[in-house]
């Protein structure tokens, strides 16, 4: 069988002659094209995946093929509580799991109700926002330990991950007499990088605040933390009473500041606007030394506002940097029941109603039209708050009345 031959000669004129024409242009385009959208798929695949990897730890309760299905059109996508008009929301806030000090006791706790359409016909979109005390001595769910409220999330991490904050729900529940939808939980550092991400926030203030001793505070020193001799040295004392009923010095221990001095020792923060970072809102947030623990729930709350501010202003959503900061900061330090889809639902229906404003700002307290007592005598619990009439009664019709 003969083969065509090819004349070397031919071939080299042939490519020689398309070599001096002007290339093709489609063909050129289509490559571009195909490059531009091969490398759009792969950056989405990795935001996608980075996104995903981010929720799961956030949001460990679903997963991604429940958060796709539940995005698809004509899928119901109603948040517990959104048919009846009102979802509620615990925020915590806790140093955070391994830090000294209570890393997982539940200082900073609030009741985020929210009205999506208003309460009655043709009635605004509304948003309360309520502090529980960190004191409320309570009964921890499914035991009959009388505990601080703090003190239950702790309890139920340690049955297991997770269930802290199915604990504190429970417990939430009881004491405001409202059904508590949802929580979510943020320690230190995710806090102070949430601010960094966001680029601060500004706080005003009508006069100078300071606090000279919180961040200074002496402790009974250890070899770890508390290292740094009281000047002059003060000890802490263990005393017994004598049948005589005198008190008798039996042991003394000495007391240490923290090696790690936080907030500069000193925090002050002047009269007027001041654009806080993450380190001095987290200073801020926890001052309650030389004010108390109500009046610290009063800055958070201004705190909140102002972050909620930044995140709804113009460009922070849609800047791909802050987002993507945003989630970063969130990832390991903050956690929710809430499934993916449910954490997008939420933050859509606030994106519709980003006008809303808190319509009402509460702390529960002890002053003399509080809701709480802080009773005498109480031995081994120390300072505790006990609600007014021994009964939730009060608290329950605060909730119900929220507008």
Request: glycine residues 10%; positive net charge.
């Amino acid at each position: 069988m003969a083969f065509p031959s090819f004349s070397p000669s031919k071939f080299s004129s042939s490519q020689g002659s398309r070599a001096g024409n002007t290339p093709p242009k489609k063909r050129s385009w289509k490559k571009w094209g195909i490059g531009i959208l091969l490398l759009g798929a792969f950056v989405g695949g990795v935001l996608f995946w980075k996104a995903n990897a981010i929720l799961g730890r956030i949001a460990p309760k679903g997963n991604i093929l429940s958060n796709i299905v539940k995005s698809l059109p004509g899928v119901e996508n109603t948040l517990a509580g959104e048919k009846e008009g009102r979802i509620n929301v615990a925020l915590l806030g806790m140093r955070g799991k391994g830090v000294e000090g209570g890393g997982l006791l539940a200082d900073t706790i609030m009741i985020l109700s929210f009205h999506p359409q208003g309460k009655g016909e043709g009635d605004r979109p509304k948003a309360a926002l309520v502090s529980i005390p960190r004191d409320l001595y309570v009964t921890v769910p499914g035991t009959s330990d009388k505990q601080k409220i703090n003190a239950v999330h702790f309890y139920g991490e340690e049955k297991g991950a997770g269930q802290g904050l199915a604990a504190m729900k429970t417990i939430l529940t009881d004491v405001t007499g409202v059904p508590i939808h949802y929580v979510a939980s943020i320690d230190f550092k995710g806090f102070e990088e949430l601010i960094d991400a966001v680029g601060g926030v500004s706080i005003t203030l009508d006069a100078p605040f300071t606090e000279p001793m919180q961040f200074r505070e002496s402790h009974v020193c250890d070899a770890n933390v508390f290292t740094v001799p009281t000047t002059p040295l003060q000890y802490e004392h263990k005393y017994v009473t004598t049948k005589s009923g005198r008190r008798r010095i039996v042991k003394s221990y000495p007391l240490c500041y923290n090696k790690d001095v936080e907030c500069g020792g000193v925090f002050n923060l002047p009269a007027g606007t001041s654009v806080l970072n993450g380190e001095k809102a987290l200073c801020f947030a926890r001052a309650r030394v030389t004010s108390n623990d109500f009046e610290r729930a009063k800055r958070q709350h201004m705190i909140l506002e102002a972050l909620r501010a930044k995140l709804l202003s113009l460009g922070t959503l849609s800047d791909f940097s802050k987002v993507n900061a945003i989630l970063g900061s969130l990832g390991d330090n903050a956690r929710t029941d809430m499934e993916g889809w449910e954490m997008k639902r939420f933050f859509d229906l606030y994106l519709e109603n980003k006008d809303v404003k808190i319509s009402q700002d509460f702390v529960i307290d002890n002053s003399e039209n509080g809701l709480l007592y802080a009773p005498e005598n109480t031995g081994a619990a120390g300072y505790i708050l006990l609600p007014k009439g021994n009964n939730y009664d009060r608290i329950h019709e605060l909730f119900r009345k929220i507008p």
